[in-house]
């Protein structure tokens, strides 16, 4: 057996076979070579996303500080708006106590001077109401005479009337 090789026997292989076997070896080769390119494509996408983000990596720290800044500033605003705040918050609660204290004051003006004002209003009141009452019977008997009278010379006018008629047959 050591002279032995090893041999393919194509005896029973047919040229249909033989041809599928070189197609099928192309789809290989053909794959491969596919495979090979869009390896390429993926490995040059990978390298430009790479530096794009590299990029924006040593962009980012200077934009990151920048709003560290911006927020320690915006809190040092804050901060002194809160002082504000306060004594805006004291100024309220002094113009609320001079707020109490007028109120006393002026109830105690009220009830001072108030009573006699309201009697005085009061008198004037009932002193009014009692002329408009008399005043109102006497405008009534006036009214109640010149309706009369009213009537009185339209019934005149109509007895002239009739009597120039008569006198006029």
């Given at each position: 057996m050591p002279d032995e090789t090893l041999a393919v026997e194509f005896e029973n292989v047919s040229l249909g076979e033989v041809a599928f076997l070189i197609i099928a070896v192309a789809i290989f080769i053909f794959s491969l070579m596919l495979a090979?390119?869009?390896?390429?494509?993926?490995?040059?996408?990978?390298?430009?996303v790479n530096s794009?983000?590299?990029?924006?990596?040593h962009e980012i720290g200077p934009i990151l500080r920048?709003?560290?800044?911006?927020?320690?500033?915006?809190n040092a605003s804050l901060v002194q708006v809160e002082g504000e705040?306060?004594?805006?918050?004291?100024?309220?609660?002094?113009a609320a106590h001079i707020s109490s204290n007028v109120a006393n004051i002026t109830s105690l003006v009220v009830s001072a001077v108030g009573s006699?004002?309201?009697?005085?209003?009061?008198?004037?009141f009932g002193l009014r109401t009692a002329v408009k009452k008399r005043n109102e019977g006497y405008d009534e008997d006036q009214v109640r005479r010149m309706v009369e009278a009213s009537r009185q010379s339209k019934r005149e006018s109509k007895r002239a009337a009739k009597s120039r008629r008569r006198a006029a047959k």
């Open positions: 090979v390119g869009l390896l390429r494509k993926l490995t040059g996408t990978v390298t430009r794009v983000l590299d990029k924006v990596d920048n709003a560290n800044a911006t927020l320690d500033n915006v705040l306060e004594k805006v918050s004291s100024i309220t609660g002094n006699p004002l309201v009697k005085a209003a009061a008198f004037g």
